[in-house]
Each structure stands twice: as structure tokens, then as C-alpha cells.
């Protein structure tokens, strides 16, 4: 009887997470379970110099025995400077999903992607942070949106630095609104 309530219990519980459109991730099929699931994820990456470079916080994250990439869920960057002596917010990104490799701290942003910067916004659908190079770039293929002081444009291969200011793009459509 307690062997039947159990798979009773678990066959429910299946039940309510397949209903609820959750659905076995491609890595996950790959890696088997995670080692670790962590709610409310929190990493800071520091300089050598021991300045705060970014700040990256997920509702959820999940890691892998045998692997250097962390799986990231509804999570938000926030990229930092120094000025004056003074850390300064650069820009903030937001994504739905994504993986951080905790070796090379290489981000991958997708599903939903924005970053918003003092004078400029970009959206796109996936980006990746280059911790070596301090860059964000797109790859080929995928579509990405800058707005800045009225002009909207949109191109492919972009390679940007975090404050947002030094943007290079190919194949450039551009909207200027009065």
C-alpha cells in the first residue's frame, strides 16, 4: 500500500510538471541530472585588481558534474566600471535563459535579450559576453536592435563593449524618428 501511494505521489507529480509545459532541456538530456540546482544564484566576477567587473543574479541555476558551464534561468547581469575611484552601473542586461562557464566566465544570453546602457538600449533574441575581450557579440544570423537619442537600428554581427557606446554592426538598417 505505501509503494502504491508513493508512485501514486510521483506519477502526480509528473503529471502536474509535463501539464505545466516544463519539459526536459536539451542539455539536461545530454548531462543526466545536475549535480547542483541553486535558487536565487548569485555570482560576482572581480578584476585582479579586485574590482567588481559584473554581477550576474538567477532565479535558478543548475550545474553539472561534468561540466564547466552553469545553466542559468530569468537572470540579469549587471556590467560595472571605475571611475574616479568610484564603481559605476555601465549597462544591465536581462535574459530568460542562459549558461555561464565558470572557467572562462564566458555569458550566453538567450530568450527575451536586453541591455540597457545610459543613452542606448539593444534587444536581440541571443548574445554572448566575452570576459577575455570585455565585449558583447551577436553571432551570425541573428538579428539585433539598437535604439539610441531617436535612431533605431537594426544589423547582424555585432561586437559591442559594455557601456554600450562602441557598437559595430554589419548589414545596418536604420530608423531615425523626429
Known amino acids: 500500500m505505501q509503494q502504491v501511494r508513493v508512485l501514486a505521489c510521483g506519477l502526480v507529480c509528473w503529471l502536474l510538471l509535463t501539464g505545466c509545459g516544463l519539459k526536459q532541456r536539451q542539455i539536461e538530456k ?13 555570482y560576482v566576477a572581480i578584476s585582479t585588481t579586485g574590482q567588481k567587473e559584473w554581477e550576474l543574479k538567477a532565479s535558478e541555476a543548475s550545474m553539472y ?6 545553466t542559468i534561468y530569468n537572470f540579469t547581469v549587471a556590467f560595472y566600471r571605475v571611475s574616479n575611484n568610484t564603481e559605476v552601473l ?12 565558470k572557467r572562462s566566465l564566458l555569458v550566453i544570453a538567450e530568450g527575451n ?5 545610459s543613452d542606448t538600449s539593444l534587444e536581440t533574441q541571443r548574445i554572448q ?16 536592435v539598437v535604439t539610441r537619442r531617436g535612431v533605431k537600428l537594426q544589423g ?12 559595430r554592426m ?9
Open 156 to 167: 547582424y554581427n555585432l561586437v559591442a563593449d559594455a557601456s554600450l557606446k562602441e557598437i
Open 65 to 70: 558534474q561534468n561540466s564547466d558551464d552553469v
Open 129 to 144: 559576453w566575452d570576459n577575455t575581450k570585455k565585449q558583447f557579440f551577436s553571432e551570425p544570423g541573428v538579428l539585433v
Open 113 to 117: 535579450v536586453k541591455i540597457l546602457a
Open 30 to 42: 545530454q548531462l543526466g541530472l545536475p549535480g547542483f540546482l541553486l535558487s536565487d544564484f548569485k
Open 170 to 178: 554589419e548589414q545596418i538598417n536604420a530608423t531615425i524618428r523626429e
Open 90 to 101: 555601465d549597462s544591465f542586461l536581462s535574459a530568460n535563459k542562459g549558461q555561464i562557464n
